[in-house]
């Protein structure tokens, strides 16, 4: 079984910015790897284009098997998008991306 990057690129109005990126540290991600069905993750800003409308994170968590995020998806993901919707709505733009590594070198 291959390993699966599960990607969520998030555009983020500056009003919210530090709020946001507070609470998804604290909250969201550990929420997310709560739910054990990812080994780890990753947080990026994106520097490659101008942030005058809101900044762009990718947050990218990673698994060993495409079940694991199955389950995830069945189980653990509805209710973690509705916290964010609820706190949030109308001032991020979401979307969801699944990969499968094919080949990897070095960190």
């Excluded at 495409?66 to 979307?95: C, D, H, M, P, W």
Aim: glycine letters at 6%; a negative charge; aromatic letters at 14%.
């Amino acid at each position: 079984m291959a390993k699966i990057l599960y990607n969520v690129t998030v555009k983020v109005d500056h009003d919210i910015h530090s709020h946001w990126l507070e609470w998804l540290q604290q909250h969201h991600i550990p929420a997310v790897l709560e739910t054990g069905c990812f080994t780890g993750y990753r947080l990026m800003r994106l520097i490659s284009e101008p942030d005058d409308d809101g900044f762009t994170y990718s947050i990218q968590y990673t698994c060993k098997h495409l079940s694991a995020y199955e389950r995830y998806i069945n189980f653990f993901s509805e209710g973690l998008r509705q916290q964010s919707e609820k706190l949030y709505k109308g001032k991020t733009v979401i979307f969801r991306t699944v990969l499968e590594y094919v080949d990897e070198f070095g960190q």
